[in-house]
């Protein structure tokens, strides 16, 4: 598992447990095989982005082994928006986020047919964000996909396509 999928795995667990304030992070935590250190190095990736409160503890070495750690407003929106709008790349797409439907007819469900999208406008913003070019033109760029998205040819064909693409336009631009 990559860190972007770990990322999103922690960042979703503390997200699930907000209500409960400081949560001890711990490897125990975890069914996919992440370790506490591997956890907390996230962690401090995570709070390093402004996503969570982070309170390491660290070995003798100086390295994190464990913390306590919680969520903040800004990375509620990152959970709640499927990874728009991240300083630094989360994959939500490994949670297990299935239903199971029986003895029923013409059925759809959605938000998978969102995320794709969802995630591939977040990772080019997240390109965007992380090249090395001016302020400048990362804003050009970044206005430039938005004037795109709401030519109004577009946008007709992505909201059938796509719903809630304009909330995901919405997020861009609130970013920009």
């Known amino acids: 598992m990559n860190d972007n999928e770990i990322r999103g795995l922690v960042l979703k667990r503390l997200y699930d447990e907000r209500h409960r304030g400081w949560i001890r992070v711990r490897g125990a935590d975890f069914t996919d095989g992440i370790s506490g250190e591997e956890a907390a190095r996230i962690c401090d990736q995570l709070g390093d982005h402004n996503l969570i409160r982070w309170q390491p503890v660290k070995d003798h070495t100086g390295r994190t082994v464990t913390g306590t750690a919680q969520i903040v407003a800004n990375g509620v929106d990152v ?11 989360i994959s939500f797409k490994h949670i297990d986020q299935s239903i199971q ?68 336009i919405n997020a861009i631009e609130k970013e920009s």
């Open 101 to 168: 439907v029986t003895n029923s007819q013409n059925i759809q469900v959605g938000n998978g047919n969102v995320q794709g999208v969802n995630i591939d406008v977040g990772r080019l913003v997240a390109a965007i964000n992380g090249s090395t070019v001016t302020d400048t033109e990362k804003r050009e760029a970044k206005s430039r996909l938005i004037a795109f998205l709401k030519h109004p040819l577009v946008k007709a064909i992505l909201v059938r396509l796509v719903p809630g693409i304009e909330a995901l």
């Open 79 to 89: 959970v709640e928006n499927g990874g728009v709008g991240a300083p630094l790349n």
